[in-house]
């Protein structure tokens, strides 16, 4: 699936005064995979849950495979993507019963 961001601008609900986030265009075709990092407060997480829905943009269009993500199912948009995070969290089982548990979770 492609994702785009598209104009997008990003501020907190409570402090619309304060800008957070101003992507112009952002692209992620088909098959890639993106690998987002810089410094702390840079609007690594912001960017993700604007993709993931959890935020919806100020301004602009995020969209999956050319429809606004505004109009998907929350749950299925999110079912749809992975997420490594920089200090992930194993229990302590294999790994197999690790990445078992994340998908059942997810259901």
Known sequence: MA???NGIQFSYEDDRRQQLL???HWAVERGERVLIHGPSGSGKST??????RFYDPSAGRV???GIDI???DPCWL????ALVQQEPVLFGVTIAENVTYA?????
């Open 63 to 65: 969209t999956l495979d």
């Open 3 to 5: 994702v785009k961001l």
């Open 70 to 72: 505004k109009d998907l």
């Open 22 to 24: 101003d992507i112009g």
């Open 47 to 52: 960017v993700l849950s604007l993709v993931e």
């Open 78 to 81: 999110r079912s749809q993507m």
């Open 103 to 107: 998908l059942t979770a997810r259901s």
